[in-house]
């Protein structure tokens, strides 16, 4: 077993690993880095608490009052950070009575580069429904996951054209100018746990009211928004000072709580959620985060980890996007959406049986033992 690091020792190791990052970058010949990592099958598969399911119950019921759906998702992880629970749930599409619009937040923690862009129009090409008569074809199995616009926003630490919520506040204005209600437009902000709900609702009201005290509390950590929040208006009625004809009362944006998947199948997955902050620091050990982000680095010391992990949420050491965005992941991403929603539980069931079903083959001498 590791001794407990002392401070002088969790510095030194700090230095050691900010070295290590700064020769990946630099593409020192003496670092070899893994091509692959093996994640471990034992580490935590959920974080579906009893506030995501009451919340999401929550939304449910309120849907009769809302008229957009804003979407939140974490630009560093872009496919992952999506959970199709929600997307089912709430019935959120580009055509139906409720729209959504997708914001992939966090944009200016990932690196500027032409990859990076590139991504961003994958995501763009892919979710964006094309406007009645363009001609512009869209697959009608992909018209359900749709969006009516797809934005992408920094997380406001830097300034940065991302960051600009001019764009959106444009859209959600037009979105309710159409529909011209005497009682304006409501519209509910969901996504997974710390995917910056709560933040864009603060900047959205800062914005388009010139509030800036947090209408919503924010945090770190994923779990500060526990129930829904009452409606924040963030542009002003037609009768109100800035106010435009079409907007009736104004526009009003509710919070949500946070809802994660009920299980992550895949283990990198999980890690990858850990990462970005979608799940409780403790839940995945930061050793394993670390390890993971570093690829081949060998700190294992828990003082360490928790540096690095931190270091690289904030975009200090070095940016990157987790997930591994192209025309045909996407398409797989929304073919695993539609595999059967189960819980914990009910994994661990069917890993049981799985394991009982190889071992009675073997018994029979149908497998061969390289099997198991």
């Not at 119950?57 to 009769?64: A, I, V, Y």
């Not at 995501?123 to 018209?143: D, I, K």
């Not at 902050?277 to 680095?297: F, H, M, N, W």
Request: net charge positive.
């Amino acid at each position: 077993m590791a001794t407990p690091p002392t401070t002088s020792s969790a510095s030194a190791l700090a230095r050691t690993v900010s070295r290590a990052g700064a020769l990946m970058t630099a593409g020192s010949v003496g670092f070899t880095p893994r091509t692959h990592y093996e994640v471990s099958l034992n580490i935590p598969r959920s974080y579906y608490l009893g506030h995501h399911h009451a919340g999401l119950n929550k939304m449910r019921q309120s849907l009769t009052n809302v008229g957009l759906i804003i979407e939140c998702r974490d630009f560093r992880l872009p496919i992952t950070s999506w959970n199709p629970l929600i997307e089912q749930s709430l019935g959120c599409a580009a055509e139906e009575e409720r729209a959504r619009i997708i914001v992939y937040t966090k944009r200016d923690l990932a690196p500027d580069t032409e990859q990076t862009k590139q991504v961003a129009q994958y995501l763009r090409e892919f979710y964006t429904l094309p406007p009645p008569n363009s001609g512009v074809p869209y697959p009608p199995e992909l018209r359900r996951h749709a969006a009516r616009a797809v934005l992408f926003l920094g997380s406001g630490r830097t300034p940065s054209h991302s960051s600009s919520l001019s764009p959106l506040l444009e859209i959600i204005k037009h979105y309710a100018i159409s529909r011209d209600s005497l009682t304006g437009l409501r519209c509910m902000v969901v996504g997974m746990p710390n995917a910056g709900k709560s933040t864009l609702l603060n900047r959205l009201r800062g914005h388009g009211m010139g509030r800036f005290k947090k209408a919503a509390q924010t945090g770190a950590q994923p779990g500060v928004t526990r129930k829904l929040g009452t409606p924040v208006r963030i542009l002003p009625g037609e009768d109100m000072e800035g106010g435009e004809p079409g907007l009736g009362e104004g526009v009003f944006v509710v919070d949500t709580p946070g809802v994660f998947i009920p299980y992550v199948s895949d283990p990198e997955a999980m890690v990858k959620l850990a990462l970005v902050g979608c799940v409780k620091d403790g839940i995945v050990p930061k050793e394993t985060l670390a390890d993971y982000l570093l690829e081949g680095g060998k700190p294992n010391l828990e003082a360490a980890a928790e540096w690095v992990v931190q270091e690289w949420r904030r975009g200090d050491l070095g940016k990157v996007v987790l997930d591994e965005v192209t025309p045909e992941t996407l398409v797989r991403a929304v073919a695993k959406s539609k595999e059967e929603v189960i819980s914990l539980s009910q994994a661990r069931k069917r890993e049981k049986l799985a394991r009982l079903a190889k071992r009675e083959q073997r018994f029979l001498g149908l497998a061969a033992p390289d099997d198991f």
